[in-house]
């Protein structure tokens, strides 16, 4: 048998020694990504992973909380399993005892820290706003100076209306300090999928604009939390509509007040406000809050009634009246205090 040539049996030393490396390095990285537990310490550590950052980025970011114990074994192992590009944005808390391979699990599958909220149907853009703002998902500031952003407005839409009645009450899932911009374009992006297919629907009597609708829908929140009433609300506002009535709806006053104390006055009801329903035959300029798709509907089907008045029963309902003389009557029994002829009173549902 012929012996080779020195030359080819260096090659195959080398080439014999490099399988034997890449093997042994094989080895330590499934180890490592599989097996070994990094010293995060008693308290859990917490790392943000931002938009458009790369793997090496966030493999240093997991290095220096001591998440990880070998940056380069992480990011060989992210690139071979095709975990590069897949990778999540958000905040993410990693306990002791956990693997690079769970930890990579977790940012695949965007399971970091969220914070639920529920937004209350009837809330306002400033309720919103100081709601966000307590559960420290997003500051109530720049949340309001976002909410009136011309481009953003622009990008819904909106720019000659505002966000009021726009932003779809629901609960969402945020983490913290997400970008305000991201929380209105969220809220936003519910309303559209939820209820703009039901105030683009033919129904009611009257030809109200999609806004107005949206406008109607958002006193009706504001004036009735029992469900059976809402198309009940609907029917007087509609009637007093027809009749070229003011709504006078105490809700649309107090939205237009600066600083409401919480009592609502003759003087305001008195004010020159685009809001003030007692001295505008017609709905006011938009929304009032951000209402329920109940209330949608309600707004977009009335009840067949002849009401044209309701007052408070003290007990969260309400009793609808067709004549002046039954409602005058009502208002003596249920709001003793309230002066005759009173047309319609009624506490604003906060």
């Known amino acids: 048998m012929t012996a080779q040539p020195p030359i080819v049996r260096a090659l195959l030393a080398c080439f014999a020694i490099a399988a034997i490396v890449a093997l042994l390095g094989a080895g330590l990285m499934l180890y490592n990504v599989h097996y070994s537990i990094a010293a995060i310490g008693p308290a859990p550590a917490e790392v943000r992973v931002e938009q458009g950052d790369s793997l090496a980025t966030v493999a240093r970011k997991l290095r220096e909380q001591k998440v990880i114990s070998n940056g380069l074994f992480f990011s060989l192992w992210a690139r071979f399993s095709g975990a590069q590009k897949r990778i999540h944005q958000g905040l993410y808390r990693f306990e002791t005892g956990i693997s690079p391979r769970e930890i990579l699990d977790r940012l695949v599958n965007g399971k970091g820290i969220f914070y639920s909220v529920t937004i209350p149907e009837g809330f306002t853009i400033k309720e919103i706003a100081a709601l966000l703002d307590k559960m420290q998902i997003a500051d109530k500031d720049k949340f309001l100076q976002e909410?009136?952003?011309?481009?953003?407005?622009?990008?819904?839409?909106?720019?000659?209306?505002?966000?009021?009645?726009?932003?779809?009450?629901?609960?969402?899932?945020?983490?913290?300090?997400?970008?305000?911009?991201?929380?209105?374009?969220?809220?936003?992006?519910?309303?559209?999928?939820?209820?703009?297919?039901?105030?683009?629907?033919?129904?009611?009597?009257?030809?109200?604009?999609?806004?107005?609708?949206?406008?109607?829908?958002s006193i009706i929140e504001k004036e009735t939390g029992i469900h059976e009433e809402r198309a009940l609300v609907s029917a007087v506002f509609h009637n007093r509509l027809k009749l070229q009535?003011?709504?006078?709806?105490?809700?649309?006053?107090?939205?237009?007040?600066?600083?409401?104390?919480?009592?609502?006055?003759?003087?305001?009801?008195?004010g020159a406000s685009p809001y003030n329903t007692y001295r505008i035959a017609a709905l006011p300029p938009g929304p009032i809050c951000n209402p329920s798709l109940a209330s949608i509907k309600a707004a977009l089907y009335p009840a067949d009634v002849s009401y044209l008045y309701f007052v408070s029963k003290n007990d969260g309902t309400h009793l609808f009246s067709e004549t002046i003389e039954a409602h005058n009557q009502a208002v003596k029994t249920f709001q003793p205090r309230l002066p005759a002829h009173t047309p319609k009173k009624v506490a604003a549902r906060r």
């Not at 709806?249 to 919480?262: C, E, M, Q, R």
């Open 245 to 270: 009535m003011p709504l006078q709806s105490d809700p649309t006053v107090i939205y237009g007040l600066k600083d409401f104390n919480g009592n609502l006055t003759r003087k305001d009801l008195q």
């Open 147 to 217: 909410s009136v952003n011309p481009s953003l407005l622009a990008s819904f839409g909106l720019q000659d209306k505002g966000l009021e009645g726009y932003l779809f009450p629901s609960t969402y899932h945020f983490t913290p300090a997400t970008p305000e911009k991201e929380v209105i374009v969220t809220m936003a992006e519910q309303f559209r999928k939820v209820s703009q297919p039901v105030l683009v629907q033919p129904g009611g009597t009257m030809q109200l604009t999609a806004h107005e609708l949206l406008t109607l829908a």
